[in-house]
């Protein structure tokens, strides 16, 4: 799952989540309008990100699908992050949460505010 956080106004934002893909590219932002966030391609975690003072917090799937009796201690949290792939940043890391820089990975992307204002443009008209 993929979060974005400002730390202007302190606002953690969720992109859009709807089966319709025209819905999920709507573009959200922060309290502020600073930082702002869609998904590029929601099927492949593709997040577009613009704001000088956003960040994109990670939390790994696995952690959310977890069965677990309340809080995750740290032998499951240590199975948890085993299981990730080697190139995340999760593992990299070693946490199942994680708060960067968008443009670091290849599927948190950086979006300039021409992007923004084209992207609204185009989900208005559908």
């Not at 106004?9 to 893909?21: N, S």
């Not at 948890?80 to 949460?97: G, M």
């Not at 820089?101 to 923004?116: F, S, V, W």
Request: hydrophobic residues 35%.
């Amino acid at each position: 799952m993929k979060l974005i956080f400002c730390d202007k106004c302190g606002t953690i934002t969720a992109p859009m989540q709807h089966p319709y893909p025209i819905i999920y590219k709507i573009p959200v932002s922060c309290l502020c309008k600073d930082s702002w966030c869609w998904w590029e391609n929601a099927e492949q975690g593709i997040l577009k990100v613009v704001g000088e003072h956003a960040y994109a917090i990670g939390i790994a799937n696995n952690l959310l699908n977890a069965k677990t009796d309340g809080v995750v201690g740290r032998e499951e949290m240590d199975k948890l992050i085993a299981e990730i792939p080697d190139n995340y940043l999760f593992k990299l890391h070693s946490s199942l949460i994680v708060k960067y820089k968008p443009g670091i990975t290849g599927d948190t992307l950086i979006a300039t505010r021409e992007e923004l204002e084209k992207q609204i443009e185009e989900t208005k008209r559908k």
